[in-house]
């Protein structure tokens, strides 16, 4: 595979930044494991350039659909068929990879199940509850990707983006667009670079989710995973940032 070349990114840029190139997946591709391959693939082309890599990435194709659906039953109504079917589309997908699914899944079904019953007891999800839920399907697709890529034979690191984005309050926000729609600080941050500095060449993380100052779980707003992208490689100060969508297997 080639994409690009030593002219792709201006050679002093990346001699100035730490060589980091930021990379966001997402669309209805990211359900099949010929999309991490892709990945995999694109991701040694840029190693082999020079480029530490941070791989945004969205859930897996319908999941955000799936689980909005969900909390937005009247009073979360019977939603067990609907998680086994999240469930079974995250395993079928891990045995795709050759990986063991409830290895990989255990402890992030569980926690799902906690939140969506919490919700149904009390009879809705609040603006705060919810950020939790749809924040799931990013959690359990970077979860097992991280995976695949490192049975592949890559040194990955995958980092929580609630810990390394942190929200800021505007003037104009009310309490649902604080959980729902939050907006992130997009200075160059030397505490994030210094810290991505110890991990591996390959950072895997999410879009779409950050933390506020309580350590509470946030949103970017719907489409948000390109927002994440772009906040990484501000903070960063990355060569580059490269959008991928609907990527081919």
Known sequence: MHTLDEHTFPQDRRKSNGHW?????????????????????????????????????????????????IINQPAIGDYQQQLRAIEAQHLELAADMGLDGLSVFGDLFAELEQLLTAAKMNGQADSRHRAKIMAMGELMATTVGAAYLEAQGMAVSWIDARDALKSVTTPSENERTSYLAASCENDADPDLQASFSGLADVIVTQGFIAGNARGECVLLGRGGSDTSAAYFASKLQATGLEIWTDVPG
């Open 21 to 69: 190139l930021v990379m966001k997946f997402g669309g209805t591709s990211v359900s099949s494991v010929d999309c991490w391959t892709t990945i995999r693939s694109l991701a040694a082309e840029r190693q082999a350039y020079g480029f530490r890599l941070v791989i945004v990435h969205s859930a897996l194709a319908t999941v955000s659909n799936r689980l909005e659906a």
